[in-house]
């Protein structure tokens, strides 16, 4: 049973314009939301984390936004540049000190 | 400060056979978390251990098993290796259990069982 899940394997978004990777998660009790990101033949890279308690944290061009009710979050990158190609994972933690990662977006921004 | 390294990078085995992963994290981390990575499933949790003791472990069988030393480096082993288990395996470190959040990966190791 996936408990995060990014349910768009791609997407593909113009230079310029705005990128955004939605995540749903089924576990109440995660408490804590991180984005990640991953270029090939490197490991994941911390992006963006958000806990429970806020529903909005931004960094630069990165935010993340979190629905409780809705048990989703999102990113939004904006504006998109081609450099920020590559898959995405958001990933949840319930305070257990594991991570549960999404099956990632794979992100393309094109010219 | 040095990254996260796993050594070997790329390993082929056959099935049958068994397998150590290595991992060093960065100095001054004492936690150290195992997933694997395959197409279509994401990061999967394999099992974390934080002052040489496992704190935390995935739904994987017994033939997946680890261990970490006093140096807080980590060894992941694989017994009775199956087509399955072919996969790339990433570990990641962070400075203390319970904050654990935001962790560090390494470049991981990939795995081809034939």
């Known amino acids: 049973d996936q408990q995060v899940k990014q349910n768009s394997p791609s997407l593909s978004v113009q230079e310029g314009r705005i990128s955004i990777l939605n995540c749903d998660y089924t576990n109440s009790m995660f408490d804590y939301f991180l984005w990640y990101k991953k270029y090939p033949a490197e490991g994941p890279t911390f992006l963006i984390s958000?806990?429970?308690?806020?529903d909005k944290n931004e960094d630069g061009r990165f935010t993340v936004f979190l629905n409780k009710s809705a048990k989703h979050l999102s990113l939004h990158i904006v504006p998109s540049q081609p450099g920020d190609s590559a898959v995405y994972f958001c990933a949840a933690s319930d305070n257990t000190d594991k991570l549960i990662f999404g099956t990632g977006t794979r992100l393309q921004v094109f010219p | 400060k040095a990254g996260v390294t796993q050594t070997p990078r790329y390993l082929i085995k056959t099935r049958g056979q068994q397998v150590t992963l290595s991992c060093s994290p960065i100095s001054g981390h004492r936690s150290v978390s195992w997933y694997q990575q395959t197409p279509g499933q994401g990061l999967q949790f394999l099992f974390e251990?934080?002052?040489?003791?496992?704190?935390n472990k995935g739904n994987f069988p017994g033939r997946f098993s680890g261990r970490q030393f006093s140096n807080s480096r980590s060894e992941m082993n694989v017994s009775t290796l199956e087509l399955g288990d072919s996969a790339l395996y990433l570990c990641?470190?962070?400075?203390?259990?319970?904050?654990?959040?935001?962790?560090?990966f390494g470049p991981g190791t990939r795995l081809t069982v034939t």
């Open positions: 958000i806990s429970s308690i806020k």
């Open positions: 251990y934080f002052s040489e003791t496992q704190r």
């Open positions: 990641a470190s962070s400075q203390t259990s319970g904050n654990s959040y935001e962790q560090y």
